[in-house]
């Protein structure tokens, strides 16, 4: 017992990932952890777009099951398991089959390098950037396979038209990464570094965040990518894949059930997984605001309680909606489940007020937290915008997105190296 | 101009065994489809996503309306009417109550008139939010949706407060009105005005300039002024080809010479101008709303007609603006109380013919767009 607890604070104190460390145990411990986070995360995000959405539209959205609705994505789930599993008569049913965990694997396995603080991350690879592009753009295998085992039209058309678009838009996305990567190296050392915890790392040693930087490069750089984030997840308004009005479902127009869920999941963990590219690269990871501006003991303790206060007023929030809960017996056993869920998030909240939990949560709470405002993005976005046909989808990326990633990264180089530059210059002149 | 009779046909008979080594690809587009707007069934002949060729293949709901008009009275017909264009009922039994008293040469008295106009246009305000939601849907944004049922409800609640229903309204009466304008009618209805006018600017908000909006529908579905009308296309799909056409105007019926409104319309005959050219519609109908409400003169609003009607022998022809486009009723009396023959000209039927010239050489997102912006109601299609 005593060598357990010793085993783990030793790893609470260590600097290290438990994939750098070579610590198998603390690895498989962070990959399930990871693995229900996320089933969690999807969970939450699918009622909390059909909330948030429905708000936007002058509806209520789900509240029928469970307190407002805060049972119904586990009411879905169980739909979706228990429904006829069809494989279409002319589909190849092996491919058909393989397709969904594709996309599912592709889809979670990024996570392996996403760094939730300095050594919250399964793994730190120091080529972690490139293998999350690579292994994000696997999931466009697992889209065509799965479009063309259905051997039907409308499912074929979508598989087209989204291996196109996931194709076109990974190179805009690239080379704004690759000006985000740039930067890392613009330090006094000059030593770049592909790792997604380096990249963090390095924005807290150059006390900007790369958003921020070479005003208005980084932006720009953003932008680009955070429109062709989400052309490569297959969402509004580039949602063309799966637009419901022309293709009926898109890619996954036969799928139903399990497999179907398995595509949902495996769309909702991308977009998490590109969100949090986004957030490491160019809004400092899991650094809280103002990291070096605001340093100190007092401003620590600040923003450490942050994620207390956050949790309180979600539980008082549920506080709130429990006294507005209509008064009649049918509503009771809602009633007290949503007071108990506001109690159960009060108490999280509480308990993150405690020191040691305190110290050790704010890089996650962070990262979450940003990624959670890409999340409301995406959802804005659905909200707010038509869809793009397909012919202006692939102008808007070959001829807006694609040159103006390469004068960005023409450009950061040059803005980057301006002192290098000078010097050579003045080296020319005075010979 | 080329004749759009000359477009070749859709050589369906070829089979289409496969699909995947043929650069053509014949897609079966409905009729169940989320976008068809009931079940119209397209057939579509694309090479990759480019639109070669459609057709369409109607009349699954056809429920022999024409037919049904020859054993029912006059009277008896009249609420059948509403069931064709169910999402304008009160333009279809406007136009059906006209031909009947053109007919039996009565008129309606003025008040009843007055009432009627006021329902008209309401009822077309709520047609085109219809088509707007829909069609906006359709293009990719559903927000609008929600914003033009919200409000399309407050017309719907003076309907139900006038007659008791809130679609099939049966609100006319051949000869004038059954029920007198209920207490507080007028001011609900200016409480209306003022409510949608704030609203409609809001839709426009959304739409108008959005950047995806305008790239979605500029240029896409254009027929020319000429086709339009050779083709025999009517209502603002015609006018926003800059065919200045409307029955309100060329051929006033129902009192609408009393009043002063604008027929927009637009230049290029494209999806993006026929969407400005129904949301100018709606602020036009508006004005006619004010315009009928201080207006109500009081008397009957019954004229004098027999409790059985024997229209004497002959045949008339009477149409009307409905939302969608000219919508006629050719009705042919042999003396007796059914009518011999009722033919109806629905707008959708015929503005469903320009489909396949607005769709040639665009991509199957366009058809969709198109098939929107036509504002088709397969009630009235098939009939």
Not at chain 1, 147 to 153: I, Q, T, Y
Not at chain 1, 226 to 241: C, G, H, Q, Y
């Amino acid at each position: 017992m005593h060598a357990l607890v010793q085993y783990i604070e030793s790893y609470l104190s260590s600097d290290k990932t438990p994939g750098a460390a070579g610590n198998f145990f603390w690895a498989t411990v962070y990959v399930l952890l990871v693995f229900v986070g996320l089933s969690i995360a999807v969970i939450a995000m699918n009622w909390l777009e059909r909330k948030i959405l429905a708000h936007m539209q002058v509806r209520l959205g789900p509240m029928r099951v469970g307190p407002h609705g805060l049972l119904q994505p586990i009411a879905d789930a169980l739909k979706l398991l228990l429904k006829e599993d069809i494989i279409p008569d002319g589909a190849d049913k092996v491919v058909f089959w393989i397709a969904p965990f594709i996309v599912v694997l592709a889809a979670f396995t990024v996570f392996v390098v996403v760094p939730f603080g300095p050594t919250h991350a399964i793994t730190d690879m120091n080529i972690g950037i490139l293998f999350m592009l690579g292994v994000s753009s696997l999931s466009v295998l697992g889209i065509v396979t799965a479009g063309w085992a259905s051997n039907s039209h409308y499912p074929l058309i979508g598989a087209l038209r989204s291996s196109a678009q996931m194709v076109s838009y990974e190179v805009a996305m690239g080379l704004a990464v690759v000006s985000a990567i740039l930067m890392t190296s613009l330090n006094e050392s000059k030593t770049g570094t592909l790792s997604m915890i380096g990249i963090v790392q390095a924005q807290f040693d150059q006390h900007e965040w790369f958003l921020f930087k070479f005003f208005p490069l980084g932006i720009i750089a953003f932008g680009i990518f955070a429109i062709a984030m989400v052309a490569e997840t297959n969402r509004a308004p580039f949602d063309l894949p799966e637009a419901e009005s022309e293709l009926t479902a898109g890619f996954h127009t036969e799928y139903s059930g399990f497999r179907w869920s398995l595509f949902f999941l495996a769309e909702y963990s991308a977009m998490i997984a590109v969100s949090s590219i986004a957030v490491t690269l160019w809004i400092g990871g899991w650094l809280r605001p103002f990291p070096n501006l605001l340093q100190g003991s007092t401003w620590d303790l600040a923003f450490s309680s942050v994620p207390g206060i956050t949790f309180l007023l979600l539980g008082a929030i549920c506080f709130y909606n429990t006294a507005r809960m209509p008064k009649h017996p049918l509503f009771k056993i809602q009633t007290l489940g949503l007071a108990g869920f506001g109690a159960v998030l009060a108490l999280i909240g509480l308990m993150m007020f405690l020191p040691p939990v305190r110290e050790r949560v704010g890089d996650i709470f962070w990262f979450s937290a940003k990624v959670a405002g890409f999340m409301y993005l995406y959802i804005w976005y659905r909200g707010t915008f038509p869809r793009y046909r397909f012919d202006q989808l692939m102008k808007v990326g070959w001829k807006v997105l694609l040159p103006t990633g390469l004068a960005l990264l023409i450009l950061t180089a040059v803005v980057g190296m301006r002192a290098e530059l000078l010097a050579q210059v003045k080296q020319v002149f005075q010979r | 101009m080329t004749d759009p009779r000359s477009l070749s046909p859709l050589d369906l008979e070829t089979p289409d065994k496969t699909f995947l080594d043929a650069n053509e690809l014949v897609i079966n587009m409905g009729p169940q489809h989320p976008a068809t707007h009931g079940v119209l069934r397209v057939i579509l002949r694309l090479d990759g996503e480019k639109v070669l060729g459609l057709e369409c293949v109607i009349g699954y709901l056809h429920r022999g309306v024409e037919k049904i008009a020859e054993n029912r009275t006059y009277t008896m017909f009249n609420p059948y009417v509403d069931r064709m264009d169910y999402v304008a009922a009160v333009s279809n039994g406007l136009g059906y109550c006209e031909a009947v008293e053109k007919l039996l040469s009565v008129e309606a008295p003025p008040r009843a008139q007055y009432i009627r106009v006021i329902l008209t246009e309401l009822n077309r305000i709520a047609s085109h939010q219809l088509w707007l939601g829909t069609h906006a849907l359709d293009i990719g944004a559903i927000t609008p949706l929600f914003y033009t049922f919200r409000d399309r409800e407050e017309i719907l609640k003076i309907f139900e407060k006038y007659c008791g229903a809130r679609l099939t309204t049966h609100a006319f009466r051949i000869g004038g009105l059954q029920y007198e304008a209920y207490d507080g009618f007028e001011s609900d209805v200016r409480n209306f005005v003022s409510f949608v006018k704030p609203k409609i600017d809001e839709y426009e908000e959304l739409l108008t300039t959005n950047r995806i909006w305008l790239e979605r529908t500029k240029g896409v579905g254009v027929i020319s002024g000429k086709d339009a009308i050779a083709l025999g296309v009517t209502g603002p799909v015609l006018r926003a080809s800059g065919v200045k056409w409307d029955i309100r105007k060329a051929q006033p019926y129902a009192n609408y010479k009393n009043f002063d409104f604008e027929i927009p319309t637009g230049e290029n005959g494209d999806t993006y101008d026929r969407y400005i050219v129904r949301m100018m519609e709606m602020r036009q109908s508006l004005r006619i709303i004010e315009q009928a409400v201080a207006g109500i003169p009081e008397g009957p609003i019954m004229a004098k007609v027999p409790k059985v009607m024997k229209p004497p022998v002959g045949e008339v022809y009477h149409s009307i603006e409905a939302p969608k486009g000219e919508l006629g009723y050719f009705i042919v009396s042999d003396g007796s109380t059914q009518p011999y023959r009722v033919r109806v000209r629905p707008p959708s039927f015929v503005n469903l013919q320009a489909l396949d010239v607005m769709c040639r050489d665009q991509l199957v997102a366009d058809v969709i767009a198109v098939i929107g912006t036509l504002d088709i109601v397969l009630g009235e299609v098939d009939r």
